[in-house]
């Protein structure tokens, strides 16, 4: 079970960290072809549209890979097959009401985000440019979270990086074209980049399709060894899934709600404070769209264990079988935190050249990426530890946390700005984040008797290890500014590519050095090792 636990984490990782390394690197053409304007109009719209796609996909893989996984576990295929069919009508219909409320909505948004009066009627166009994506996604996530209720994490990631490399293809050659060649606006140019949500959608959607009717026969095949003991209405399935589904909905609305709440107060509150709505508007779009694009790439990492964690937590706790339940804890918490960490904290200290390359020098977007990231390792674990508590049936307690970190945010996001500009809605959100977080760890001890002890000890260490990593980047760093300057581009990127060599040198060094790594990833890392040429000529004499 923990090599198939394994198996499945990292072909999902690896598929979720491609799509956002490619989403990221679409930043920086993107960026030169549409400018700050550009970017500030298309982050209006995709805060809403991430709402939107959350509540049509009404968590959908995740609560049906949990369903189908349940069933499964008691040999009751027929159940998981009668969801899916049901299931994608019942899609394409939340899908396309979804569509239609985002669309007619618009207006509504787009005066909510409080952009000047020159800008509304081009925010409202944009917010509507990428509705049409609503009709597509939510059927899309049915197909996925089929496959994965069978442990089958391969069609998830290749949909994953098809629809992501047909979006960027679209959005980039349809900008470029649209101001280029057509002589067209910058709206007119961001609204093609957010309608190629949509074309992406399409090509993930023919990808999982394919998928089918490869495995089709194979899932056939479960069909003939189905028990057939449970007779369940479609009224009963769908309020089962409703059920597991409530609490997905907040996971995947979480950090976009976050970001509305900086949406409708940041540009505002900067503006009461005496600030030009000019630069009030570029700190929202360096806080919302800039610098939220680099610190999310960590992030994918514990989305790829969400997704991966629930049907296995959920076998493991109906078989009520503890000890594998505590040893998947064990290891996911440990790979999580050994992963994020130094991510997060070679990113913030890097932030200038960082800023620097994908966008522009700007000692405000150094600012701002430097507090910010973080606040990823806080995304991380309150997207897993969400995924856990779904795990052992205790999902109401997500949509509690959730609602204390979104007060919590709410009440201080204000006062905080007011006193630290928009540093000050990145704190907000490090506590918002932190109160959720602890919240779900006491639900996760009370209901699951999970010890911590462990984890803890192993964190410690890990923390050394990012420490020891942070000091020697810090002096590479320095000693890279008596050469180099972070203002231009390619000289930003020299400094990047060698502190982070360095950092992450030190850092595997004494991960491999105390073992820690292979009691991490296992036997894979050593069959990894054992593949390099010049391990297999040594293990060959």
Request: with cysteine.
């Amino acid at each position: 079970m923990q090599s198939k636990l394994l198996r499945g984490t990292f072909i999902l990782t690896l598929g979720t960290i491609l799509s956002k390394v490619i989403g990221l690197i679409y930043v920086i053409p993107f960026y030169q072809i549409v400018g700050k304007h550009g970017t500030q109009l298309y982050s209006y719209s995709y805060v809403p549209y991430t709402i939107f796609i959350s509540i049509a996909t009404a968590g959908v893989p995740l609560a049906v890979s949990k369903f189908i996984a349940k069933y499964n576990a008691l040999e009751e295929y027929a159940v998981g097959r009668k969801l899916f069919k049901s299931g994608l009508m019942v899609m394409f219909l939340t899908g396309f009401v979804s569509f239609l409320i985002m669309y007619l909505g618009a207006p509504l948004m787009a005066k909510m985000s409080h952009p000047s009066k020159e800008d509304m009627d081009s925010v409202i166009t944009v917010i509507r440019a990428v509705s049409f994506a609503l009709i597509v996604v939510p059927f899309m996530s049915l197909i996925r979270g089929y496959f994965q209720g069978h442990q089958s994490m391969g069609p998830s990631a290749v949909s994953q990086v098809v629809e992501q490399i047909v979006r960027i293809v679209f959005t980039l050659a349809g900008a470029y074209v649209v101001l280029k060649f057509l002589n067209g606006t910058i709206v007119s140019a961001v609204s093609v980049a957010t309608f190629a949500a949509f074309i992406g959608a399409i090509g993930g959607l023919v990808v999982l399709f394919w998928y089918w009717f490869k495995r089709k026969p194979y899932l056939n095949q479960l069909l003939e060894h189905d028990k057939g003991t449970i007779d369940i209405s479609l009224k009963e399935i769908y309020k089962e899934i409703f059920i597991y589904a409530a609490p997905f909905v907040f996971v995947g609305i979480a950090n976009p709600l976050f970001q509305f709440i900086d949406q409708f107060t940041l540009s505002r509150t900067l503006m009461e404070m005496g600030m030009k709505r000019s630069l009030a508007d570029v700190a929202f779009g360096i806080l919302n769209f800039e610098s939220h694009k680099i610190v999310i790439i960590p992030v994918s990492l514990a989305t790829a264990f969400s997704l991966t964690l629930v049907p296995s937590i959920t076998k493991a706790f109906i078989e009520n079988d503890r000890k594998n339940l505590n040893r998947q804890l064990n290891q996911t918490f440990q790979v999580l935190l050994f992963l994020t960490l130094p991510a997060a904290i070679g990113l913030s200290l890097l932030a200038e050249p960082v800023y620097t390359a994908f966008y522009e020098h700007d000692p405000l977007g150094t600012q701002v990426l430097g507090a910010y990231a973080p606040v990823a390792i806080l995304f991380s674990l309150f997207s897993v530890t969400a995924a856990i508590l779904q795990g052992i049936n205790e999902q109401r307690f997500t949509i509690l946390s959730l609602l204390v970190g979104l007060l919590v945010k709410l009440s201080l996001n204000i006062p905080f700005i007011k006193m630290f500009e928009t540093k000050g809605a990145v704190l907000a959100t490090a506590l918002g984040y932190i109160v959720a977080i602890v919240i779900n760890f006491i639900v996760i001890k009370t209901f699951s008797r999970y010890p911590f002890r462990l984890v803890w000890r192993r964190s410690l260490l890990i923390m050394i290890f990012a420490g020891l990593m942070w000091a020697g980047t810090e002096i590479a760093y320095k000693l890279m500014l008596l050469f180099l300057t972070p203002t231009t581009k390619l000289e930003s990127v020299l400094i990047i590519l060698i502190c982070a060599g360095v950092g992450a040198a030190i850092y595997f060094y004494l991960g491999f050095k105390s073992g820690l790594v292979n009691r991490l990833f296992g036997d894979r890392i050593d069959r990894l090792m054992n593949k390099l040429p010049g391990r297999r000529r040594s293990v060959e004499n």
